[in-house]
């Protein structure tokens, strides 16, 4: 890695933002997960969350390598499940559905703590997920159609998030920063992806990158690492 690269990587990780996630219920389609994700990539995020169709449970193992290795992915057994955590985490959650009481996504505070919950391909958001959420969003249109492709809404809806918090410079200064061990932890996961399964293997902490992103550890660590 290149010192050029890894000063990138902190630079990245620095202005991610925490308190801004989406949520995917029941989106199967590989292609689609891939297109969500490289978006929450591009937009900040660190983390989304989702709950898996049952027999596409293994789905995000196969899709959007690249952007996956940057943006983390929690994996929840109901939308319940989901919902209780993001609420845990202090966030709104909004979800994207057609009704009475939705307002323009555009009208919406993004510079809270704030959950975007999409719904899958084929039924959209579960009524738990609608009845549930602080708000419904839509994306207004005057076509004939009237849903967009999920992972072209996540983007419209992710992108007016960046440009609210952007305005507010919470890129520069975000509301809950990854924390420095958290940085550290990828920082050499991603940067030394060997040596950090073996360390893992072997329950050895990891040690300290230099500002080119180069190990410094002592001989010991190196002769613990070394030994089978």
Known sequence: MSPERYQKIVSVLKARQVDLTLCLEQVHKPNNVSAVIRTADAAGLHKIHAVWPNENMRTLGHTSAGARNWVEVDTHDTTQAAYQHLKDQGMQILVTNL????????????TKPTAIVLG???????????EMADQDIIIPMVGMVQ???????????LFEAQ???????????????LSDSAIHKILFERGHPVLAKVAKRKKLPYPALD????????QDWWAQMQRK
């Open 211 to 218: 500002d080119s992103g180069q190990i410094m550890a002592d």
């Open 99 to 110: 009704s009475d009481t939705a307002v323009d996504f555009r009208e919406v505070d993004y």
């Open 120 to 130: 899958g391909e084929k039924f959209g958001t579960s009524k738990f997920a609608v």
């Open 147 to 157: 849903s967009l492709n999920v992972s072209v809404a996540s983007a419209l809806i």
């Open 163 to 177: 440009r609210q918090r952007h305005n507010k410079n919470m890129y520069n200064h975000p509301a809950t920063p």
